[in-house]
């Protein structure tokens, strides 16, 4: 079964062409060693909510959009292989550096998901 890698975090607007850059790279390292997929997606139709909402989530701030990103797998034990992989990336080191990232990693979040419906 497929397996999916889930991310929202929030960018500031005027870092978002060096935040495509890094998610180009990132996602041709992540393809190279095995994922099936690497989705990177902006905020176009997101508004706060009463209670919850992707704007909430990350606490985003005046200047900045949602990101939503995603990886597919072919299955857990391949995304755990891959990220392994990928981690060590000579090519990520410098990204990794939170000082170097163009967002607040601080309101990312991110988790593994187990396929559940694929129509």
């Known amino acids: 079964m497929r397996y999916v890698d889930g991310f929202v975090l929030p960018v500031p607007k005027k870092n978002l062409v060096a935040y495509r850059r890094m998610a180009q790279k990132a996602g041709k390292v992540w393809r190279e060693h ?4 690497y989705i990177e997606c902006m905020a176009d139709d997101v ?3 009463k209670y919850t909402s992707f704007p909430q989530s ?3 701030k005046p200047g900045e959009t949602v990101v939503f990103a995603y990886i597919v797998y072919k299955s ?8 392994a992989k990928a ?12 000082k170097a990232m163009p ?4 309101r ?3 988790g593994g998901f187990k396929v559940l419906v694929d129509a």
Do not use: H, S, T, Y
């Open 34 to 37: 095995g994922a099936l997929e």
């Open 47 to 49: 508004k706060p909510g």
């Open 58 to 60: 990350v606490k985003l």
């Open 76 to 83: 857990r034990a391949q995304r755990d292989r891959v990220n």
């Open 87 to 98: 981690i060590k990336d000579p090519r990520l080191a410098k990204m990794m550096d939170p």
């Open 103 to 106: 967002f607040d990693g601080k």
């Open 108 to 110: 990312m979040f991110w």
